[in-house]
């Protein structure tokens, strides 16, 4: 059974830095398309970032571009974003999440295409 869990949220002033982790068992890592979503209080879960499992390429939302760094450790079973230059806007609940297989494009972009999530981690910034 897949389990996703993550760390790394925390409360950070605006213009912080923050760097969340996701740790995959009970499977490779390598054999799944990642993702980063979030939910604010109120709002639809959305997409923040997706890294592709065999060729690396990574996706963004608009919002985070230039901002948030996804990145993957097959190694240690573990993807990273790093989130750079943080607003209040970018409070929320962030989850990880997988996708079985390779090769999966832009469709990383869209949280129905996923097989598993994590629990979330709070991510709060102040202004």
């Known amino acids: 059974q897949v389990q996703l869990v993550e760390s790394g949220g925390g409360l950070v002033q605006a213009g912080g830095s923050l760097r969340l982790s996701c740790a995959i068992s009970g499977r490779t890592l390598s054999s799944y398309g990642m993702g980063w979503f979030r939910q604010a209080p109120g709002t639809e879960r959305e997409f923040v970032a997706a890294i592709n499992s065999n060729t690396g390429r990574t996706y963004y939302a608009d919002s985070v571009k230039g901002r948030f760094t996804i990145s993957r450790d097959n190694a240690k079973n573990t993807v990273y974003l790093q989130m750079n230059s943080l607003k209040p806007e970018d409070t929320a609940v962030y989850s990880c999440?997988?996708?079985?297989?390779?090769?999966?494009?832009?469709?990383?972009?869209?949280?129905?295409?996923?097989?598993?999530w994590g629990q979330g981690t709070q991510v709060t910034v102040s202004s």
């Open positions: 999440a997988a996708r079985s297989g390779s090769g999966w494009g832009e469709s990383l972009t869209r949280k129905s295409r996923y097989d598993y």
